[in-house]
Every structure is written in structure tokens, then in C-alpha cells.
């Protein structure tokens, strides 16, 4: 049985800095595509970054480009989510998704993702 477990959530002040991390257990990690979505309240759920070993560079959503990446340690069955310069408009909860499709790393649509985690969230205040 898959489990994704997130953590690292909190509340930062605009500007802030915050580490997500996700453990997976379940599942031969390192052949997995991993990737992490956002949610704010009634707002669509967002791709935000999908990392696959087999592939190029992780994928980026354009709202967080240049401020938020994506690793991954295959040894501790993890993906991380490093998230610099926070905005008001990151905050939101943020859920952890894996799936042996490398489709959805490049498309970052949750569609193509089978295990999820229960999120943590991310706060993000002025």
C-alpha cells in the first residue's frame, strides 16, 4: 500500500522561506514521478513542481519559477520542496502526488498522478 506523508508546512511571513518534504513508502521510489500541488480555498488545484529521474529537468509551474525547487533523495524514499521568497498568493495546502507515469512530472496535471498525500499547509502572511 502507497503512502505519501507531507510535512514541513507552517506559517512565514511574505519574503520567508519554507522546506516541504514528503515521504513515500509503498512503492519502488526511485522510479516514481513525484510532484507537488497546491489548493487554496475555492481556488483549482495547481501543479507546482514534478520531479522524474528519467527525465530532464524537474518541471515548473510559471508562478514559482525561480523561487520554489524540487529534489529528491532516493536513498530516504523523499521528495523536498524548497520554497524561497513566499508570496501571499503561495499560501494554500499543499499535497504531496506520485505515480509511475512519467507523464505527469511534464504535464503537472493531477490527473495523471494515483497516490496522494493528506497535505500540510502553507500560510503566508503580509
Known amino acids: 500500500q502507497v503512502h505519501l506523508v507531507e510535512s514541513g508546512g507552517g506559517s512565514v511571513q511574505a519574503g520567508g522561506s519554507l522546506r516541504l518534504s514528503c515521504e513515500t513508502s509503498g512503492v519502488t521510489f526511485s522510479t516514481y514521478c513525484m510532484a507537488w500541488f497546491r489548493q487554496a480555498p475555492g481556488e483549482q488545484r495547481e501543479g507546482v513542481a514534478g520531479?522524474?529521474?528519467?527525465?530532464?529537468?524537474?518541471s515548473y509551474a510559471d508562478s514559482v519559477k525561480g523561487r520554489f525547487t524540487i529534489s529528491r533523495d532516493n536513498a530516504k524514499n523523499t521528495v523536498y520542496l524548497q520554497m524561497n521568497n513566499l508570496k501571499l498568493e503561495d499560501a494554500g495546502m499543499y499535497y504531496c502526488?506520485?505515480?509511475?507515469?512519467?507523464?505527469?512530472?511534464?504535464?503537472?496535471?493531477?490527473?495523471?498522478?494515483?497516490?496522494w498525500g493528506q497535505g500540510t499547509q502553507v500560510t503566508v502572511s503580509s
Open positions: 502526488a506520485g505515480d509511475l507515469s512519467w507523464l505527469g512530472c511534464y504535464h503537472l496535471s493531477g490527473e495523471d498522478f494515483t497516490s
Open positions: 520531479i522524474y529521474d528519467g527525465a530532464g529537468s524537474p
